[in-house]
């Protein structure tokens, strides 16, 4: 994934703009600060802070034997651990209780599987294909599947058809959870450094079509009367399409405010 670089008066402001550029949450970007904020006269910014970010790549877990396993089964160290070991595994309760395991991605298949081990974009792809047509099968609608790696780390499954409104539901909230349960289907969890996108009937690609057509008229707008304008409040991959559009018209530039999730984009001359 290329990296991006963004300013901003201080390296949170810079960061939270790296990551509307990047569409993702902070969890999942890794950050380079390049230049710290230096302050002048009066409490006036002399210098503003520069960051470069990128989509976190996922980490395989490295391969392990399964005959070094069997080995290690057997070992009289495995048989009773030192206290030192005893103290760093996890208890019966705690975290094994909730479910987390901190320091390992989620499991595979099985237990002789490696576990974490980073997905193929065409893996996923081909996965939510055949969820999404089960999907359709299972609500009895005319829908066919079909998906399109938009780059290395990007998937995107589109499920065709006519009539496929029951699948969108009000305002997208029914998308929104076929896409959650796509996600778990086709990367097993969510996985860092990998995204997957889903759309129903064109929902999605009508919105993102609208939404800058919309920007590039405010844009317009600001540009032609110096005044900046603040759209409404939006969740990071809608503020991405604005950011992408804004970079599409000269004399105008762009950036967030706020803090989620009423955090918007503000559309200012350059």
Known sequence: MEWVE?????????????????????RDAEFDVLEEARSGLFGRVRQEARVRARVRPDQPRPRVDRRDRRRRKGSPSDQAPDSAEAASATPAGGDRAT????????????????????LDPQTVGEQARAFLDGLAE???VDG??????????????????????????PKGQTLAAVQDL??????????????????VGGYQQRRR?????????????????????????????????????????????????????????VIAPE
């Open 138 to 140: 299972a609500f009895d």
């Open 209 to 265: 079509d609208a939404l800058t057509r919309f920007t590039q008229d405010v844009a317009d707008q600001v540009r032609q009367t110096g005044d900046a304008v603040a759209l409404e409040p939006m969740p990071a991959a809608d503020r991405k399409v604005v950011h992408d559009s804004v970079n599409t018209v000269e004399g105008v530039t762009s950036r967030s405010e706020g803090e989620d999730p009423r955090r918007r984009v």
């Open 6 to 26: 963004t300013t901003g008066r201080t390296v949170e402001e810079a960061k939270d703009a790296a990551l509307d550029r990047l569409g993702v949450d902070e």
């Open 182 to 199: 796509t996600r778990a289907v086709a990367q097993n969890g969510p996985r860092r450094g990998m995204r997957l996108r889903v759309d």
């Open 99 to 118: 479910g987390r395991a901190p320091a390992a991605p989620p499991r595979t298949v099985d237990d002789d599987m490696d576990q974490g081990e980073a």
């Open 144 to 169: 066919r599947a079909e998906f399109e790696l938009v780059d290395d780390l990007t998937v995107e499954a589109r499920l065709v058809g006519d009539d496929l409104g029951m699948l969108v539901g």
